[in-house]
């Protein structure tokens, strides 16, 4: 039997949690069907212009990569039962938290994966069942090796360094206690269903921490209301039960229990971002760039704050992309919805004008978010 689409992932993958807990709420004819060895490296490849995972083939033999290109696209095709909020407040809220979560969390599920060896049979187990199912388990794990040896090489380009592991594990620590703290009050982010949102940040929280046998122990374990949402999210990987039709706040609110998540994105992850504008306009500028021009995917190192600490990573301009399409979203909007945006973002307001420390978020038309970028596989070019 033909499915109208198969999702190629891992339940190990990041952004496979976020597009297959999309996929189920949603209700559509889907197969999940593990990523091969052949499928990441060649049919993928091809299809898409990337080794790169989840993809998503449609019954008429479409290969759409980047879950949030991809829920955009399946939004607009099968409408009913939209995680994209109506109202303009919970709509930018959960484009900014899908942004924040893609982005932000990537050392966080990074550092839990990787600098813990008790986890690695696990993954070894996962991805050699995966990629090459038929083959003796000594020849997939030479490739398994291989694959891990790389992944474990990115570390330190995405933040995941030896002096930083402490802040890391204190912002996420405080992280999870505020969101558990929420999820006692809230089945989901922003009500009682899901938005992108909370799609975007279950990829981190299912496929890394709480599967990988050391952070699902001391971190998830303990916190029970986000154990919960996780599973309401995601679903079980046997059974799947949709919850009931359900509805966002009324009066576009905003959870004052989502206030520490919103302090992150204002206070750390805008800085990071701002931290990105200014490497690309000097690449732009230091090899004169111009439209149509691909990006490098990783540009050189830059420093933000992350739980009252300076933290270096890597720039990563797709990370600047994803920021613009919250500011489009915003611009869309008529004067009466940008006004009620405005007033909601201006509890936030940090005071922070000088550019290296940040962006004052009152206004998303006020944010310089650099020259306008688009989307290439996994990196980006000039607009």
């Not at 952004?15 to 069907?33: I, T, V, W």
């Not at 969390?105 to 199912?133: C, G, K, T």
Request: proline share 7%; net charge negative.
């Amino acid at each position: 039997m033909q499915h109208q689409y198969t999702m190629h992932g891992w339940h190990l993958s990041y952004f496979s949690g976020k597009l297959r807990a999309y996929l189920r709420y949603k209700g559509l004819d889907f197969e999940d069907k593990a990523m091969t060895a052949y499928d990441l490296q060649v049919r993928g490849a091809k299809k898409t212009g990337a080794v790169v995972m989840p993809i998503l083939q449609t019954d008429q033999d479409e290969w759409l990569q980047d879950t949030t290109n991809i829920i955009q696209t399946l939004e607009q095709r099968h409408p009913q039962n939209p995680v994209i909020p109506a109202s303009p407040k919970q709509k930018i809220a959960s484009q900014l938290i899908e942004a924040w979560a893609d982005e932000w969390w990537i050392p966080v599920a990074m550092h839990y994966r990787w600098s813990y060896p008790e986890n690695y049979e696990l993954f070894e187990h996962d991805a050699a069942q995966a990629l090459l199912p038929w083959a003796p388990r000594f020849v997939s794990n030479k490739l398994v090796h291989k694959i891990a040896t790389r992944l474990r090489s990115y570390l330190p380009g995405v933040g995941v360094r030896e002096e930083q592991l402490s802040t890391i594990e204190q912002w996420t620590e405080a992280m999870l206690d505020a969101l558990n703290m929420h999820f006692f009050k809230h089945p989901f982010l922003l009500g009682n269903k899901p938005c992108v949102g909370d799609f975007a940040l279950v990829g981190p929280l299912y496929g890394h921490l709480n599967r990988d046998p050391m952070p699902k122990k001391t971190l998830m374990d303990p916190r029970p209301h986000v154990q919960a949402w996780v599973d309401r999210v995601h679903g079980s990987e046997l059974i799947y039960v949709k919850p009931e039709p359900g509805a966002y706040l009324a009066d576009d609110e905003i959870p004052e229990s989502l206030t520490p998540v919103f302090e992150s994105i204002f206070k750390e992850f805008y800085p990071m971002v701002n931290a990105i504008v200014e490497k690309v306009e000097k690449h732009v500028k230091t090899h004169d760039a111009k439209a149509g021009d691909k990006l490098p995917r990783v540009l050189n190192e830059i420093s933000f704050p992350m739980a009252g600490k300076t933290c270096q990573r890597n720039a990563m301009p797709y990370t600047l992309w994803m920021l613009q399409g919250v500011k489009d979203t915003y611009l869309s909007f008529d004067e009466k919805e940008k006004q009620t945006v405005d007033e909601w973002l201006a509890q936030y307001k940090t005071n922070q004008r000088i550019p290296s420390e940040g962006w004052d978020p009152v206004s998303l038309n006020s944010i310089d978010l650099g020259p306008k970028l688009e989307r290439l596989a996994l990196g980006t070019k000039l607009a």
